[in-house]
T-cell receptor, first 107, second 116 residues
Framework: AQRVTQPEKLLSVFKGAPVELKCNYS??????LFWYVQYSRQRLQLLLR??SRESIKGFTADLNKGETSFHLKKPFAQEEDSAMYYC?????????FGSGTKLNVKP | GAVVSQHPSWVICKSGTSVKIECRSL??????MFWYRQFPKQSLMLMAT?????????EQGVEKDKFLINHASLTLSTLTVTSAHPEDSSFYIC????????????FGEGSRLTVL
């Protein structure tokens, strides 16, 4: 069965510090991995996906199939990065989400 | 990107009544939509996959008679919470996947249901 695990409910860092939000998954096939972000009072939106291998708003995420991880990283956090971050997996049509990590970037 | 709109954004109802939540794709046609439920400070739980012109596919543990899903057109899916009870109070979110736009999931703004 598919499973997405985000071990940290809350991550607090100071502005300018590096950030890493952890995501591990279990899936029997070859999934697509995504990171979604939800800013305060806004809807969920896509941040990035492993297929595109791009950097969005300074964030990157590398799919590590050996460790079944898809950690989200940013070298220098900004206050505007404060939000809820959800790791998601899709093995076909459906999407399954992790429990989310709230990132709080302090000034 | 694709725009998904939900209505109402919040609703309060009495226990025992039924509530309908609409989900519309505004600038694209969605043959498949998904309904999620989000508990406070918890993840999004996939409830069901709504298929245009056919029956919805429910996830394990979700009562299909409790949560009626209808996808009568390519732009509208509805979720009806029947005989609502306080434990049904939650945030319900619909979404659609647009394959021609990279396959990402686009979300509605969500509907907050409070059952008194």
């Amino acid at each position: 069965a598919q499973r997405v695990t985000q071990p940290e409910k809350l991550l607090s860092v100071f502005k300018g510090a590096p950030v890493e939000l952890k995501c591990n998954y279990s899936y029997s096939g070859s999934p697509e991995l995504f990171w979604y972000v939800q800013y305060s009072r806004q809807r969920l939106q896509l941040l990035l996906r492993h297929i595109s291998r791009e950097s969005i708003k300074g964030f990157t995420a590398d799919l590590n199939k050996g460790e079944t991880s898809f950690h989200l990283k940013k070298p220098f956090a900004q206050e505007e990065d404060s939000a809820m971050y959800y790791c998601a997996l899709s093995g076909g049509v459906k999407f399954y989400f992790g429990s989310g990590t709230k990132l709080n970037v302090k000034p | 990107g694709a725009v998904v709109s939900q209505h109402p954004s919040w609703v309060i109802c009495k226990s025992g009544t039924s509530v309908k939540i609409e989900c519309r794709s505004l600038d694209f046609q969605a043959t498949t939509m998904f309904w999620y439920r989000q508990f406070p400070k918890q993840s999004l739980m996939l409830m069901a996959t709504s298929n245009e012109g056919s029956k919805a596919t429910y996830e394990q543990g979700v009562e299909k008679d409790k949560f009626l899903i209808n996808h009568a057109s390519l732009t509208l899916s509805t979720l009806t919470v029947t005989s609502a009870h306080p434990e049904d109070s939650s945030f319900y979110i619909c979404s659609a996947r647009v394959l021609v736009w990279g396959g990402e999931l686009f979300f509605g703004e969500g509907s907050r249901l409070t059952v008194l």
